[in-house]
């Protein structure tokens, strides 16, 4: 029986449009990137309830984007192979902000969000003009746990949303039940099919890390030389592990989950962005890409949500690092702080996706250490440690002079000599706020102000002085002149 949401591709996307343009109005165009790549996920695991895959949800698939946002450009075999990976509907992070909001405000944006979710979601499911009773049920799933959410943060009740399940015209089987695994091999074969969008869709496959790049770029940070050599160390413990396992010889259980230790702006993102790249590059891990967390993005303030929301970005760091920046903050509360809640999360996936799976913690050497005691199963987890130095005055002169390289910028002469002394004396004075890195960007970007002020006062400035960094550049007038 025909269904009353059947769309043509341009009418879906004009509802696509009137829905989110409608929603944007309120909540903000930031949230339009976030919105597609949910929408598109949510299709995906959608249409593996559809009673079959065609072309049709191809072009349905590729009406998801917003004003200003480029178009999906899918084929059918590409589309059939995520289709088949299904997966479980989880709440977009956004829309734990938008609860969260809304509760203080006592405005209702999250309950508009999941009346404007379904109506695309009832589009989507008559794409072949149907709607299965699996369908139905994904989307009240959708439904039910995102109205869940809005009740337990207190969100005020709206209007009443469209029942998916008044709508099915079809009892039949869902699509990946009825074609199991081979499903995903569309005319063009599985190792095509894997491969993910090609040329053909104006966007190449992904290629892994370039290994001599990546290294290079470790190569090239300034000071941190005993974490390089930590880092070469489990990359050579890595591809031995690797070649034994190729000649049929035993290999001990390994985990490269880890510990970093360090002040501030010493570097550990960075580290941790070039770990996931050379992971990947030496087949560790699928794709060595970076999350990057603290206590905020992974504890909710309401019962039963931190799990959730923790699980959502351990799913979108599935392939790559998690890294979790001040996380002795995780257990800074008491016995009913939600952040314990957070670890024992963690400590599950990090168990259960170790082939796949790389978190790091990070912090302050002190709080980290009684952090790791706080769980027994977090000092099971973690066995590499690694520690952050200050930087020197030596190695904050040469972040600078990187700074200034990268952004044009030179030092005349006297200027460079008080660059040194200016540096070293940073380093001689510092005390518990001090910033390392952060600190030289402070400075650096403090500088391009009074030379901006400086140059500006100058009747015919020429390119020189536009480039150049005087002494008093560096300290503020009423400094420079005590």
Known sequence: MPTQWKRSPEELHKTYIANTEAFYRAAGRGLAQQMDEFCAGCAMQLFARSARLGEEHVQAVNQLYSKGRPQPKWLLWALST????GGEFLPPLFFWQLTEQDAKRGTDLSRVFIRMLTNILLCLAAADDDVTYAEAEYITECVDKLSALCDSAGVKKGKPGLRASDFVTSLEPPFTEANPPQAAAFG?????????KTEEQGEAAPEKPDLDTLMAELDSLVGLETVKKDVKSMMNLIKVRKLRQENDLPVAPMSLHMVFTGNPGTGKTTVARLLGGLYAAIGALTKGQLIEVDRSGLVAGYVGQTAIKTQEVVTSALGGVLFVDEAYSLASGGENDFGREAIETLLKAMEDHREDLVVIVAGYTGPMEKFLSSNPGLESRFNKYIEFPDYNGEELNAIFHMQCKKNGYELDEEAE???????QSLYDGRDENFGNGR???NQFEDMVVRQADRVAAMEAPTKEDLVRFVKADFLPAAAEET
């Not at 995520?82 to 990976?85: A, G, R």
């Not at 000599?417 to 540096?423: G, T």
């Open 82 to 85: 995520e289709v088949c990976k």
């Open 439 to 441: 600190d030289v960007r």
């Open 417 to 423: 000599a008080f660059s040194k002394e200016f540096f």
């Open 188 to 196: 063009s074969g599985t190792a095509q099919a894997a491969a993910g």
